[in-house]
């Protein structure tokens, strides 16, 4: 049995396929996996499973993928935790957004490529 604790990811985005296909990568990479379509049930599972980073649909149809950043980055518990946008389309407003928040957040445009997204979640989960 190996001394290394698995890292585990909280992925959150509403198109079910993209879901799932991003779960299945992340555990097939020896991760473990949460997942949610929403972004309020995503709130609740990072207070209660602490994901060591979250990889966050900004459209989401409850609430936007960076209002969910806020409640993160708001609470002590989740503060801390670092975020890798997902987004279709990557407009000045998202990129103003996801700029002004600190060093530790991310973005990737969708859609994701499998190397892109394993790249990243291992370049975020060492620094």
Known sequence: MSDIAVKKILVVDDEEELLTLLSDILKRAN??????????????????????VVILDIGLPDMDGTEVAAVFGGNPSTADIPI????????KQEEESVGRKTG?????AKPVRVKVLLEMVSKVLSS
């Open 104 to 108: 530790k957040h991310y973005i990737i």
């Open 84 to 91: 890798i946008f997902l987004t279709g389309i990557i407009t």
């Open 31 to 52: 991760y473990e996996v949460i997942s949610t379509t929403r972004g309020k049930e995503a709130i609740e599972l990072a207070i209660n499973r602490r994901p060591d």
